[in-house]
């Protein structure tokens, strides 16, 4: 309750008035008063005045109770209005309070009238305080309306910008049509992924690139974006089949678009990659990598070809170049390109990294299996590994068979 309580007073009877008044300040009501004998003077004071509650007698010269509360719940409905009068019969007091009023109290038994006061104020402060909850609540719908409708719009962007990628990616049935035991295993972290594969064919060598972009989801999409651009220019207008080749003409490229490394504004992003080369008609396969190497499963063990310890981009321009590796096909080889998310997904009862060890070995357990069966096998290991852990990246894997 406030220190000092505004209560207007609708009375015509001063006797009446002081009764009341003095009922209060023996329970020690602190309260500054306006008095209102009619209907003009009760209009004028509820505006003027201001009250914090009104206590009104029944029948004044005409004017009434009823006729009052009507104006007060009209026009100030947060205002409680308490009937104090003389006599009323129950069917009245219950009319009155259907209409509005808080409670009403017989001036015979004014004991009453200060917990029936203290009532209609905590009934007040719930009021507003509801009234508050309310408004932020109807505010809280509006924001969420508001912030559904943009992730929509901003989902229905990105499965948009989804569909642009995958337009991009060569189909699984294209490596397959030239490389029948083959695979590719793709899992995007997020919608739109920073990784990206591509497929090409170039006098006569057939050329595999994987390539793991900076980030993930729309970052790196849009990376991974400039990055496939690259690798295609490099490849069919610059007439390149070379992979060191490749890496060395893109990451010039990188530095020449970018501005890597040379002002305050550069973008020190890149991208790991490994790009292949393959000769059937003389069973080569020509290999080079930027910080992702090339796995070949010969006679059941595993042979990593590492590549350099460089990304493309990133601010690394002043190095050597990068080189090659020759490899002399065998019959029943299988090679494996891929990213590093397959690898660095944490799962298992630990909930640790399988790492690269751990790829290693699986891959290895997989020798016997037909090429194309490994493709669920490797999908289905990592869900089952990973479980309730969120997918911490981007998945590539290539797999493929030459002879």
């Given at each position: 309750m406030k220190e000092e309580l505004k209560i207007l007073f609708l009375e015509d009877n001063y006797d009446d008035l002081a009764l009341v008044q003095r009922a209060l300040r023996k329970s020690n009501f602190v309260f500054n008063s306006s008095h209102a004998s009619n209907k003009e003077e009760f209009?004028?004071?509820?505006?003027?005045f201001g009250p914090d509650i009104i206590l009104s007698d029944h029948t004044l010269p005409q004017f009434d109770s009823l006729s009052a509360l009507e104006i007060v719940k009209e026009q100030y409905p947060y205002i409680p209005f308490i009937l104090v009068t003389g006599s009323v019969s129950e069917e009245f007091a219950v009319k009155c309070i259907k209409g509005g009023a808080e409670d009403y109290v017989?001036?015979?038994?004014?004991?009453?009238?200060?917990?029936?006061?203290?009532?209609?104020?905590?009934?007040?402060?719930l009021k507003n305080e509801n009234i508050i909850v309310k408004n932020l609540n109807e505010k809280l719908k509006n924001a969420n309306e508001v912030i559904a409708q943009k992730n929509k719009d901003i989902t229905d962007s990105i499965n948009y910008a989804q569909r642009i990628q995958h337009a991009i990616l060569p189909s699984e049935r294209l490596l397959q049509r030239y490389f029948p035991h083959s695979f590719i295993l793709y899992k995007p972290k997020d919608i739109v992924s920073g990784d990206f594969y591509w497929f090409t064919e170039l006098n006569g060598k057939f050329i595999i690139a994987v390539c793991d972009c900076t980030g993930h989801g729309v970052p790196g999409s849009l990376l991974s974006m400039m990055?496939?651009?690259?690798?295609?220019?490099?490849v069919h207008l610059k007439n390149?089949?070379?992979?060191?080749?490749?890496?060395?003409?893109?990451?010039?490229?990188?530095?020449?678009?970018?501005?890597?490394?040379?002002?305050?504004?550069?973008?020190?992003?890149g991208m790991d990659i490994s790009v292949c080369s393959i000769d059937k008609a003389n069973s080569t396969l020509t290999f080079s990598g930027a910080k992702r190497p090339l796995y070949i499963i010969r006679n059941k063990e595993l042979i990593e070809v590492k590549g350099s310890p460089l990304p493309i981009g990133g601010g690394h321009?002043?190095?050597?170049?990068?080189?090659?590796?020759?490899?002399?096909?065998e019959k029943g080889d299988r090679y494996y390109m891929f990213t590093d998310g397959y690898a660095d997904q944490f799962g298992g009862e630990n909930h640790k990294k399988l790492k690269s060890i751990g790829l290693k070995n699986l891959l290895i357990g997989l020798a016997d299996?037909?090429?194309?069966?490994?493709?669920?096998?490797?999908?289905d290991y990592f869900e089952v590994r990973k479980s309730a852990d969120e997918q911490t990246d981007d998945v590539l894997i290539i797999g493929f068979d030459v002879i």
């Open positions: 209009v004028s004071s509820l505006s003027s017989l001036k015979s038994n004014l004991l009453k009238l200060p917990s029936i006061i203290e009532n209609a104020l905590g009934k007040k402060e990055g496939y651009h690259l690798l295609k220019n490099t390149i089949a070379d992979p060191a080749g490749i890496l060395n003409e893109i990451n010039s490229g990188f530095s020449d678009i970018f501005g890597i490394g040379t002002n305050a504004d550069a973008i020190n992003d321009y002043e190095r050597h170049p990068y080189k090659n590796d020759e490899i002399k096909i299996e037909p090429v194309q069966a490994q493709k669920k096998i490797l999908g």
